[in-house]
């Protein structure tokens, strides 16, 4: 009988005590082949990867695979157990199908390999526990992520920037980068954009390891720096299954800090170009006419120029533009103009005010009532499919998801606006405005104004800044 050639696979979820190591799989699987007269050509092998996930890096080994097979290179795919490969009903089905199609076998090196109909039954008995089994353990494992989630733990002890985790203590702020955790979400609420905070924390100097690899933390960029912060670890949070949940280790940043970084989160989701324009007043801004006013350079200087004026000649209009020395001239008197009150009650202010209308409040009993009717229409629809088309239906839901999600977006906001002293930092803003950089600038008007008007020459005042500090 001539000898045959095999493709032998290796599998390992995670070493751990009590597994079988891949090198005793390679032994016995070897100790097989030379039993049979068997070949070894090749080996794939799975260190640390899922047999039963989808997505697992596993099912692509064991295509290659079933293409050695299929080119003629091989004549069999050699496993230890059936039960390493076969953990996904489907994955398992098309490997072996394709095997099979292309006249090859399976064959396990510590099971029986009957290729009879009952032998066949009796493997396929082997395929559905192993399926069973690793239902089973997936099962117990998200019961047991759920009741960490539950008592303010993260589900898996994982490593965490900011902290230092044992299983004694838990998490604990390390001294050197919890601080940096700290100034980073502080940073980006005051208008200090992700990425220039990337450059900050990131070491020039770092070389890459034999890998190819950084090491870690030595790196940042702009997707890092928000990911890590929008988890909300370093806020107390347990992000799991895109939901935060309150965790039970020590934030390293204060719940109105949390609240002023979502604000702003949300503010630059909504205003992405404006978030990166060069231009102060971009987004706040507004002609006249009531179209929106964009940046612009004219001889060196900056300019703020109607965009409909100027992108559309039917609406073009005299006085279209400005110098944005006058508007920066207007800000600062109004600067000046609120000073004085706003420092008074910052003095005054207890650490957390409550304020005499919170608009907060008014804000989340709209979307209570707009979820709740929401889930009225629901129901009535589940219960009455007759009575509304599904289009319709659909319309009105996609509507109100939509209505909530801007409110959500608007209490963030007032939350925000709500967890700051009257703007306590006025006070010597005056004398720092010419030094912050255009980010920080931006963030600061934002929590002060709601919109400038650029008046028709003639009008006075030129500049009407809107502002709730002023109402």
Request: proline residues 6%.
């Amino acid at each position: 009988m001539p000898r045959r050639r095999a493709i032998a696979a290796v599998r390992v979820s995670k070493e751990r005590e009590g597994m079988t190591s891949p090198e005793t799989q390679r032994y016995i699987i070897e100790a097989f082949a030379e039993r049979e007269n068997i070949e070894i050509v090749e080996w794939i092998e799975g260190i640390d990867e899922s047999g039963s996930r989808r997505r697992s890096a596993w099912w692509a080994r064991l295509s290659y695979g079933c293409e050695r097979i299929e080119e003629g290179t091989a004549d069999v795919l050699l496993v230890w157990r059936i039960d390493r490969t076969a953990r996904n009903r489907l994955k398992w089905a098309v490997t072996e199908d394709r095997i099979e199609t292309a006249g090859g076998l399976i064959l396990s090196a510590t099971e029986p390999n009957d290729q009879s109909p009952a032998g066949r039954f009796g493997r396929g008995v082997m395929v559905e526990h192993a399926v069973f089994i690793a239902a089973s353990i997936g099962a117990t494992w998200k019961e047991q992520q759920e009741r960490r989630v539950r008592h303010g733990l993260t589900p898996n002890g994982q490593r965490h920037f900011g902290y230092t985790y044992s299983k004694a203590d838990g998490y604990e702020v390390d001294p050197v980068e919890g601080p940096i955790l700290a100034d980073m979400y502080r940073s980006y609420a005051s208008g200090e954009p992700a990425w220039s905070i990337a450059a900050r924390y990131s070491n020039p100097e770092s070389e890459p390891g034999s890998d190819g690899s950084h090491a870690r933390y030595a790196r940042w960029n702009t997707a890092a720096i928000l990911r890590l912060m929008d988890s909300g670890f370093g806020a107390g949070h347990i992000l799991f299954r895109g939901e935060l949940h309150p965790g039970a280790h020590q934030p390293v940043i204060t719940p109105d800090e949390w609240v002023r970084y979502q604000h702003a989160r949300e503010s630059r989701r909504r205003r992405p170009r404006a978030e990166r324009s060069p231009y102060l007043y971009s987004g706040i801004l507004f002609c006249h006419c009531g179209s929106r006013m964009g940046g612009r350079t004219d001889h060196g200087r900056p300019r703020y120029a109607c965009n409909e004026s100027a992108q559309y000649a039917h609406k073009r209009h005299p006085d279209a533009s400005l110098a944005a020395h006058v508007i920066d001239d207007a800000l600062l008197i109004w600067f000046d103009q609120i000073r004085d009150r706003l420092n008074d009650a910052a003095r005054n202010a207890p650490r957390r005010p409550t304020l005499v209308a919170d608009p907060a409040k008014d804000i989340a009993r709209r979307i209570a009532a707009e979820r709740e009717k929401l889930d009225n229409a629901t129901a009535r629809f589940l219960d009455n499919p007759d009575l509304v088309s599904p289009e319709s239906y659909r319309r009105y839901r996609d509507a109100a998801e939509a209505s909530i999600a801007a409110l959500n977006a608007e209490l963030t906001r007032a939350s925000a606006q709500a967890t700051i002293q009257p703007l306590a930092f006025v006070g010597d803003l005056m004398s720092r405005w010419g030094d912050l950089p255009v980010e920080r600038q931006r963030e600061a008007l934002r929590l002060l104004v709601d919109r400038i008007t650029v008046r028709s020459p003639g009008s006075s005042p030129r500049v009407v800044i809107d502002s709730p500090h002023t109402a």
